[in-house]
């Protein structure tokens, strides 16, 4: 009877090992058959309704908790510290303004980089907001986005809404997509009535058309998979831009004797420049020699 009792007792361990070992493997299995830092977004949502519920802000998790009403990217991660890839969820989407008139996209700018897309508009357009979300900033920059609100999204997106003429909003209240948010305008450095729309991950600035189809308003994708790789390829150019370095042309200054002083050639600094050997710099002129 000892012997029969411990012949199962053995048998029954046997198939304990059997079981975990199996576990193990579909486990390993599973990791392997999803991308590497792809976050699952239904487990992700269901945390999401479980935060709001908590008082707390659009993922969180996601932001470290960071909630900061004063910086529009207070994070300062690195596009190469940003997850491999990451699904938004942009079922919800509701396009800003009405007009489709794109006045200038997203990307670099002669010397700076230009981190949004303008739309043209009448000032006292409607502006509504994109997603579901928090208000996290409403602020004016005289020299730059002027009137602008910034709102973070359950989906783990934020959007910048800048040269506002009046924001309706306050810093923390809650917006469901399409609410209106704030009226057009020109305010800040604008030369022209416009919406400046900018879509950023973790602080860092998306090209909006890789996410949103601007002629029919509508989202490309539902569940919008971001890949860094392709959804950040504009990083070497920041990078480039990053590099770069300026000189203010002095009186007497020319070309060749510039790019003496700062080590580099004539041409270099043609090219940089998308000048001529041949043009005239002037007095107070910024020049990038590298
Ligand atoms: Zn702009």
Same mark, same amino acid.
Request: proline share 3%; glycine share 6%; aromatic share 12%.
């Given at each position: ?131 579901? /979300?928090?208000?996290? $900033? ?39 997509? /399409? ?8 305010? /800040? ?22 996410? $949103? ?23 070497? $150019? ?13 009186? /007497? ?38």
């Amino acid at each position: 009877m000892q012997a029969m009792r411990n012949k199962i007792f053995f048998l029954l361990v046997i198939l304990c090992f059997s079981q975990a070992a199996f576990a193990t493997e579909l486990a390993d299995t599973l990791l392997i058959a999803q991308p590497i830092d792809t976050i699952q977004f239904q487990t992700e949502l269901e945390l999401e309704e479980e935060r709001l519920w908590c008082g707390l802000h659009p993922a969180d998790s996601l932001y470290f908790g960071c909630w900061d009403t004063e910086w529009v990217n207070p994070y300062k991660i690195k596009i190469d510290s940003l997850p491999d890839s990451i699904f938004f969820l942009c079922r919800n989407y509701v396009h800003p303004i009405e007009s489709k008139r794109i006045t200038s996209n997203f990307g670099l700018r002669r010397y700076r980089f230009h981190y949004g897309i303008d739309i043209g508009l009448n000032v006292g357009d409607t502006v509504r907001s994109a997603f579901d /979300g928090q208000v996290r $900033i409403i602020d004016y920059e005289k020299r730059g986005y002027g009137r602008y609100i910034v709102v973070r999204h359950s989906n783990g997106l934020e959007t910048v809404y800048a040269h506002l003429a009046k924001v309706f909003m306050h810093v923390n209240d809650t917006v469901k997509a /399409g609410q209106p948010i704030a009226l057009g305008g020109n305010t /800040g450095r604008s030369t022209g009535p416009h919406l400046h729309f900018e879509v950023r991950f973790l602080g860092n600035a998306i090209n909006p058309t890789k996410l $949103i189809d601007f002629e029919s308003q509508q989202v490309l994708q539902e569940n919008y998979l971001m890949v860094k790789k392709e959804t950040y390829d504009h990083k070497k $150019i920041l990078d480039e831009l990053a590099k770069a370095q300026y000189c203010v042309v002095r009186s /007497g200054d020319t070309l060749s004797g510039l790019a003496r002083r700062y080590g580099t050639s004539v041409s270099a600094l043609c090219k940089l420049n998308k000048i001529s050997s041949k043009s005239i710099i002037r007095i107070g002129q910024r020049l990038r020699y590298r």
